[in-house]
């Protein structure tokens, strides 16, 4: 059964910084498109970062505009977990947070196969 579990989400002050992790069981990060998602209340599932898989012709990561800068993605394989390292975080990347596995990376959810639960990061003072 394929399946992941987030963690690391929590409430931190505007400036601070979090990693999320995203461990998966049931196949290997290293052979997917792993993307990290955010839905705020009231608003769409948006895509924030994505890593592409070992297997992909152009091996990269990506982020998206509102983030760049600010947040890594990473892929340990012999742990089978991708993180997101978040840094100055801002009230408004509050939010819960998913990783999903696809076959390349994308903005749109519709293209990823595999969700995890979401875990949630609040930034506030």
């Known amino acids: 059964q394929l399946q992941f579990v987030e963690s690391g989400g929590g409430l931190v002050q505007p400036g601070g910084s979090l990693r999320l992790s995203c461990a998966a069981s049931g196949f290997s990060v290293n052979y997917y498109a792993i993307g990290w998602f955010r839905q705020a209340p009231g608003k769409d599932r948006e895509g924030v970062s994505c890593?592409?898989?070992?297997?992909?012709?152009?091996?990269?990561?990506y982020h998206a505009d509102s983030v760049k800068g600010r947040f890594t993605i990473s892929r340990d394989g012999a742990k089978n977990t991708v993180y997101l390292q978040m840094n100055s975080l801002k009230p408004e990347d509050t939010a819960v947070y998913y990783c999903?596995?696809?076959?390349?990376?994308?903005?749109?959810?519709?293209?990823?196969?595999?969700w995890g639960q979401g875990t949630q990061v609040t930034v506030s003072s």
């Open positions: 890593i592409t898989s070992l297997t992909s012709s152009d091996r990269s990561t």
């Open positions: 999903a596995a696809g076959y390349h990376c994308s903005g749109a959810p519709r293209q990823y196969d595999y």
